[in-house]
């Protein structure tokens, strides 16, 4: 059974890879086996990530890049392939929330918001997908959110985007399964990162939101590893078109 989850041999292109709930999928794919690329803006954070990666054991490369621009994917996922060839697994985990009243959102902003949780997404699997089809397998993740089924204060772009991404997760699905390429979507509760620090330096709002869940806590960064695994890896070959919630069960109480 361990060889279903084994990622030897597989290379494994996270965006935002630098930080968060990115940067602990991509520790939890190079500890499976995978060589990682991670995608993100600030090189720093990403030589942070890489280097941690390395110090594991793990084989890890980066590429700066602003997912932001239309224009630059296509280079984007012809970089990707550079360290360790074309990836085969692919990880949508780039985002951005402004966290605005809906009265202050302007086009900026909200196209920020699409082209990070929508465009970028998108256009990142379309220029990857060849490679995977030419081999009869691939692996494509992207990160929903709570949001994808219920709105929360100051965040409309952000759930317009994340409400998206699941139909698209199945547009994906719809397309590319019958090649081998399998599309899902996780969909995170309550983490510590950067996007939700506002919920918790809040400690009273971070308590409530551990009561909401069925487990009685937030989620921790290594929760996110085994639902990672899972669809990167030939154990979940005969899923896809899904959303998981890891959220403690926050969304189903």
Do not use: C
Request: aromatic share 6%.
């Amino acid at each position: 059974m361990s060889a279903r989850f084994d990622l030897s041999g597989r290379v494994a292109a996270v965006t935002g890879g630098s930080s968060g709930l990115g940067r602990a999928m991509a520790r939890a794919l190079a500890g499976a086996g995978a060589d990682l690329v991670l995608i993100a803006r600030r090189r720093s954070e990403l030589e942070q990530a890489v280097g941690e990666i390395r110090s594991a054991g793990g084989r890890a490369a980066f590429v700066v890049a602003d997912l932001a621009d239309p224009a630059a994917l296509g280079d984007i996922a012809a970089q990707a392939a550079e360290a360790f060839g074309a990836p085969n697994i692919l990880i949508n985990a780039a985002g951005v929330n402004l966290r605005q009243p809906i009265e202050d959102v302007g086009p900026e902003a909200w196209n920020l918001h699409l082209a990070l949780h929508l465009t970028a997404p998108f256009f990142l699997a379309k220029a990857m997908a060849p490679a995977m089809i030419a081999k009869g397998r691939g692996r494509i993740i992207n990160l929903a959110s709570l949001q994808s089924q219920r709105a929360f204060p100051n965040s409309a772009p952000y759930g317009a985007g994340k409400g998206g991404i699941v139909q698209l997760t199945r547009a994906m699905a719809e397309a590319w399964s019958r090649h081998g390429i399998t599309v899902n979507a996780i969909a995170p509760g309550f983490f510590p990162t950067e996007l939700t620090a506002a919920v918790f330096n809040d400690p009273a709002r971070a308590e409530a939101n551990a009561r909401q869940t069925m487990i009685g806590r937030n989620g921790e960064l290594e929760d996110i590893a085994g639902p990672t695994i899972f669809f990167a890896s030939d154990a979940s070959a005969y899923v896809t078109g899904q959303t998981l919630y890891v959220d403690g069960g926050f969304s189903a109480k």
